[in-house]
């Protein structure tokens, strides 16, 4: 039989040593010898959940191997207090949570281990009681790592569809954007029946949610798409039919400053958009998927005073969050439903667009402000 994991409330300890990172409901440790597992769990807010009759919070699992258990905690408040904040932007019937797992997952993560895991998120729900705190996929925890620890616990998300989960988010992710940037593209060009077609675009990264991104502008009668990755041969992953030249690979470190291009859509790593790239920036728009494009505050200012048009990344990449919570929905996952779900992205990026212009306020700080009149409205307060 599985040993039984460890669940540690460290709440009180985390307000002591994290006074300015922390303003959430509780933390707590979970740990399992037999396995070498060492895990926090992070509730930043929690919503009532009608469709599960409960307070609930959700937030994917992160293992990494931090330096310290302080990094790891640390970690774990700033990305638990981001997952509210995506949360409320997105109308989803959840707060905000996270996990972090300690350690290397190359040497730990084993079938064991992810069922030891998963065992815990179960113990813990079980202590805590108050509500219902779900988890899924992050860095190094897949799709089939969530498959595993579903056969020890009931609260995770994102399971394959052959398990009745929702599958692969990044197409929805991915959808999300490209009904980001058509609602950017207005927002700069003013009304039109297909503001994608015949503009042109620069993506960077050709992963999972780059890929199907370029797919779908290119369904939407894009013009040249210029494509930039750390991996030259990923061009062959492109289907563009008859028309060869519509899509060009682009070295990585000219992507910043490409001229006569309208739309940077940036879906490959965080902290790009630093003061330096943003000065050099020439396009209109900055609408994609990468999480924290933002290197620091000032980047967000001087997009705004450049007069580029900035789709703050925590509310036009939420399409993947979206589609994970429809697998709660009490009728069962519906793709259609979802599809639908994913249409108020560019409802509230046009809200925001239209009072940062009205306020002259950068519109990443709009998409906080707003963000927080959610919570105050509608999350249950620590
Ligand atoms: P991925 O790992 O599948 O793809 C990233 C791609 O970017 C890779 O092909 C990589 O080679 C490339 N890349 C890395 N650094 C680069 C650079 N400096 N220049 C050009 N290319 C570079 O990742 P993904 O799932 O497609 O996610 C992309 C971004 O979107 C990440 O920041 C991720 O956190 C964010 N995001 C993804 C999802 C999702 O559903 N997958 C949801 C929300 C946010």
Redesign the pocket.
């Known amino acids: 039989m599985r040993p039984k994991p460890h669940v540690t409330e460290v709440t009180a300890g985390v307000k002591l040593s994290h006074p300015h990172l922390w303003d959430g409901h509780r933390v707590f440790k979970l740990e399992e010898g037999s396995v070498g597992l060492v895990a926090f769990v992070a509730i930043h807010s929690l919503r009532q959940c009608s469709w599960l009759g409960w307070p609930a919070a959700l937030g994917g699992c992160r293992f990494k191997e931090y330096t310290s258990s302080e990094a790891a905690i640390a970690d774990v408040l700033r990305l638990s207090r981001a997952m509210t904040y995506k949360a409320a932007l997105a109308g989803v019937l959840f707060g905000g949570s996270k996990t972090v797992v300690l350690g290397n997952p190359k040497r730990l993560k084993t079938g064991d281990f992810l069922l030891a895991l998963g065992a815990a998120i179960q113990e813990f729900n079980r202590v805590f009681r108050v509500g219902v705190v779900k988890t899924g996929e992050d860095m190094n925890i897949t799709e089939s790592d969530v498959a595993v620890m579903s056969h020890a616990t009931a609260f995770v998300n994102g399971k394959p569809r052959f398990l009745s989960g929702s599958g692969n988010?990044?197409p929805f992710?991915a959808l999300g954007v490209v009904e980001g940037i058509r609602v950017s593209l207005e927002h700069t060009l003013g009304p039109d029946d297909e503001p994608i077609a015949g503009r042109t675009f620069a993506v960077?990264?050709?992963?999972?949610?780059?890929l199907p991104v370029v797919h779908m502008l290119r369904e939407r009668g894009a013009g040249h798409i210029w494509v930039?990755?750390?991996?030259e041969s990923?061009m062959g992953k492109i289907i563009v039919g008859e028309e060869r030249d519509a899509v060009s690979y682009l070295a990585?470190g000219s992507?910043g400053s490409l001229n006569g291009t309208e739309v940077f859509v940036p879906?490959?790593?965080?902290g790009?958009l630093n003061e330096r790239v943003v000065a050099e920036l020439r396009y209109k728009i900055v609408a994609g998927?990468?999480?924290n494009q933002l290197a620091d505050e000032k980047a967000g200012d001087l997009l705004h005073a450049y007069k580029i048009l900035y789709a703050p990344d925590y509310c036009i990449?939420a399409g993947?969050l979206i589609n994970i919570t429809h697998e709660d929905h009490p009728e069962g996952y519906n793709e259609a439903r979802v599809r639908e779900h994913i249409l108020l992205i560019p409802q509230t990026l046009k809200k925001i667009f239209e009072r940062s212009r009205a306020e002259d306020v950068p519109t990443y700080r709009v998409a906080d402000q707003m963000a927080e009149e959610i919570i105050k409205a509608s999350f249950i307060k620590p």
């Open positions: 988010p990044a992710t960077q990264g050709l992963g999972s949610v780059g930039s990755d750390l991996d990923c990585p992507v879906c490959a790593v965080g790009f998927s990468a999480n990449n993947g």
